[in-house]
């Protein structure tokens, strides 16, 4: 897949067939559209394109947004890429790029830079200056100026039910399952590993602190959740605690991952985890003797957990 960092960046020989939106989660719901996208360019003669925006163009348009994110940049490539999509443009959402008219938008980039042949959109779909046109004024320029607008029914889309913010909502329950359920794949987080306060050793869990380094990617909500990564393409389950480690009393939301029989030095390396399954709540503890026969408790659980995969 091709990256582009701007509009204006991208170049190409061919017509494109392409869709917009912000993809963030890359969910099931988007996959139906980008499935079409990439059905309709196996024979070659046209490129598949996606163009997204960064920030979310809520960051910009919302003073007091204080919207999260599913994906970092780098994981919504990573899970637009495994789609088949050949060419992916974030354009840099700003104030003036969202004063464009609909017309102005459709001529200077869709016509003009993208050459599109056809784009793929859903049916509730709006775009322009305060997001004034909609499906119906799409079909109305592809009319005049020579491409084609195929919409994803809303019955589709139905059928799916799905959407970012129900993903967030079910993220900030707790409901791993759910929240998995709706983007086809396992919910992860990204970051690299860090020296913690290195307590988790004293008590027979050593734990990787992971430091999330993008501060708008949506954290899962505080407790303990059984988790798998890949070191060395070989994959390593365990359980991660995200919190504030009450019985210690820690003063910062951490991210902490104990590692199943695995012990090597990984400070440094970045890590993809990934959200199997939530076990319990954050709790503070009389002791660290009481913590530690919970941690006992929940690794059982986690090995059972496994042991059914």
Avoid: C, W
Wanted: hydrophobic share 40%.
């Amino acid at each position: 897949m091709k990256l582009f960092h701007s509009i204006n960046d991208f170049q190409s020989t061919k017509k494109t067939i392409l869709t917009l939106g912000t993809f963030d989660g890359v969910h099931i719901g988007h996959k139906k559209i980008l499935e079409r996208i990439t059905q309709n360019t196996e024979n070659g003669k046209y490129e598949s394109l996606v163009l997204t925006f960064f920030p979310h163009p809520r960051m910009v348009l919302q003073e007091k947004s204080e919207i999260k994110l599913l994906n970092t940049i780098a994981e919504k490539s990573k899970l637009l890429e495994e789609t088949g999509i050949e060419n992916l443009v974030i354009h840099p959402f700003n104030e003036s790029f969202s004063r464009l008219t609909a017309e102005e938008f459709v001529h200077s980039i869709l016509v003009d830079q993208f050459h599109i042949q056809k784009i793929i959109i859903g049916h509730d779909h709006r775009f322009g200056r305060n997001r004034t046109a909609n499906i119906d004024d799409l079909i109305a320029f592809g009319a005049e100026y020579g491409f084609e607008v195929e919409q994803i029914s809303a019955q589709e889309i139905q059928d799916v039910s799905v959407s970012s913010t129900k993903i967030r909502k079910a993220l900030d329950e707790g409901n791993i399952t759910l929240a998995n359920d709706y983007l086809g794949y396992a919910y992860f987080l990204s970051g690299e590993v860090v020296k913690g306060k290195q307590l988790g050793r004293t008590i027979g869990f050593p734990t990787a602190n992971i430091q999330i380094e993008e501060d708008y990617k949506k954290i899962p909500k505080n407790g303990v959740y059984i988790v798998k990564t890949f070191i060395d393409n070989v994959v390593i389950f365990g359980m991660m605690n995200i919190g504030f480690n009450p019985t210690v009393n820690g003063q910062k939301q951490t991210i902490e991952v104990n590692l199943f029989d695995f012990d090597a030095d990984i400070y440094g390396q970045k890590l993809e985890i990934s959200l199997l399954e939530y076990i319990r709540e954050e709790q503070k503890f009389g002791s660290v003797d009481l913590l530690k026969e919970q941690l006992n408790k929940d690794k059982k659980t986690a090995l059972d957990f496994v042991g059914q995969l």
